[in-house]
């Protein structure tokens, strides 16, 4: 699959909630579990099929409706928050920290940083 990056740095092509990492309901249900684990996002397995933030159909679904990220990036008419010239607040606080997150659980398997964590360490993007 062609590498998706999203508004705010995300990697939408690793994200386990992304429609074309979908096969099953088995998946939905591993997605689910996994943001619930490590973000505390309690999203119904149902509605885990993402059409990644970059889609412009206001049909189709996507999981964080209400990004202040995508809203600010769309407003200033940019291809994401890579090529602004200014990290804001907003952006640092989807940071994700990987040695924070596999400190605070102990049973963070290499499987599990390739689905919940990898996607969405979008700071090592941000080294400007």
Partial sequence: MKKMISYCGYRCDLCSAYRKNINSKADQRDASKGL???YGLNI???EIYCYGCLNQNKDLRIID???SIRSCVLEQGLDNCLVC???C???EERFINYQKVKDSLSDTSKDDYQKFIKPYEMKKRYSK
Wanted: aromatic share 6%; glycine share 0%.
């Fill in 36 to 38: 619930s684990k490590y």
């Fill in 44 to 46: 119904p397995t149902e």
């Fill in 89 to 91: 607040k907003k952006l």
């Fill in 85 to 87: 010239d200014d990290v």
């Fill in 65 to 67: 409706k209400s990004c």
